[in-house]
């Protein structure tokens, strides 16, 4: 019998990456998502990593970047941040799957006896559990299309199960199922001309595991011309139009905006029997006109933090701070701060001109003091800060030192013999051997104070806010933080734990002890960074006007 495909059926797209890493296959299957959401089809995105990690949860920054913390408590890769921000959904733990998740639970079965005496193998136990997790996004909802982006590059070792998996799937779902490739075509400037040698080398790998690509990506310096699209065509055995130029552009965000042009998702569409229909971008857009917009002020924001020469460890922050300047008018100048340089030389030199201050989330004792100096740079010279997690640590360290004259006061974490440890380990936390996914750990609501900055930027009086942390605001210095005019303007409901304290005697200064930032869309970004940038456009006396659209 010959298959056919069902238009209701669920299509599923696999993106994986050749020559290089780091090329964007996140980025391409998040811009992908976004040409079809906006046609009106339900998208889910997924990320398979081959680390044996069983999640990066416990990885250093240097290493992995930012972890992005999902509603329901997953430490994730920084692609989820990626996917939420372009499709606009939340994720959950099932969209985000490690080697060592699946070879966990392959053991766990094995120990069971599940697997009634077979002997386990890669295949097909192993790849079974991988097919498996391609669904699980099905189990609690309906999607027309899920993209699933394999991490690595093809040809690395750790990637094969992964590989091997999508292989038998797409055979067993030929109508439902197609395969993007991404790939690096470099330009020789020597020579002024691309090669495609890399991709065409890439390919021969993918096909010799038995996978065919539909459609090349292929990420340039520049647009390649029609004469090479053909040549990767001939060689490569794709059609003509399934080669895209993923040209290099200013922001991630045009990205979907240049594979729309390269007609990306009409051959998708077409490939897996989808209607095309007209699509809705025009927020998009108008975001995109923003952000490129040449007429507009920037706004200088130093962030403080101690991974300052890799931005990637702060990748939510940063982009929510675009968000919040575009939503504004105008655009974001970021002056990293190195907060062991404030330690040595001060807070002056590196902070003086700056109209905001942003101390985001971390560990570690390193670059601690310099910290609490930016904070106490902010406070007295009357700058809007904007306190993230640790950042909220920080405020109230440098508050009970400086205001309230505790001498010494610090966190348990970096002092625990504090005389006044107004920072202290939440309940049960302190005596926690294994460190991954043992914090508190996702969505959780937080009570909202009326006539506080708080209630300003949110308009709620209660909202959820994602949550990564051990420690939390000592309660036994509450009465004294407020006598000297502290406001603690956001409380977990049952008033034990401080969420959000803020400075009503200064212009703008609000720290939170969760995670806004994995919350911030373009178009719509995130309240707290909304009225921050409002803040901050005052401060350097930029006149205040709002992106409409994003109301």
Known sequence: MTAQSNSKQTKFIFVTGGVVSSLGKGIAAASLGVLLKSQGYSVCMQKFDPYLNLDPGTMSPYQHGEVFVTEDGCETDLDLGHYERFIDENLTRVNNVTSGMVFSEVLAKERRGDYLGNTVQIIPHVTNEIKGRFRAPLEKQHYDVIITEVGGTVGDIESLPFLEAIRQFEFKNKLDAMHIHLTLVPYLTTSGEFKTKPTQHSVKELRSIGIQPDVIICRSPMAISTEIKEKISLFCDVDRDSVVSAMDVESIYDVPLVLENEKLDD?????????????????????????????LASVKVAIVGKYVELSDCYLSVVESLKHAAADNLCHLDVVWVNAQDLETQGAEKYLSGVSGILIPGGFGERGIEGKILAAEFAREKDIP?????????????EFARNVLNMSGANSAEFAPDSAYPVIHFMDGQDNIKEKGGTMRLGSYPCDIEPNSRLYEAYGE????????H???????????FESAGVVFSGLSP????????????????????????????????HPLFRQFIAAVKEQAGVQQVLFSASK
């Open 385 to 397: 800060y904007l306190g993230l997690c640790l950042g909220m640590h920080i405020a109230a360290i």
């Open 461 to 468: 009086s209660q909202v959820e806010e994602r949550h990564r």
């Open 267 to 295: 051959v998708v569409c077409r490939r897996l029997g989808l209607e095309k229909k007209a699509k809705e971008l025009t927020r998009w857009k108008e975001f995109v006109r923003i952000l490129h917009d040449p007429t």
């Open 494 to 525: 049952d008033k034990s734990l401080v969420e959000v304290m803020e400075l009503s005697d200064r212009k703008w200064y609000v720290a939170c002890q969760y995670h806004p930032e994995f919350k911030s869309r373009p178009a719509k970004s």
């Open 470 to 480: 051990r420690l939390e605001f000592n309660n036994s210095y509450r009465e004294d």
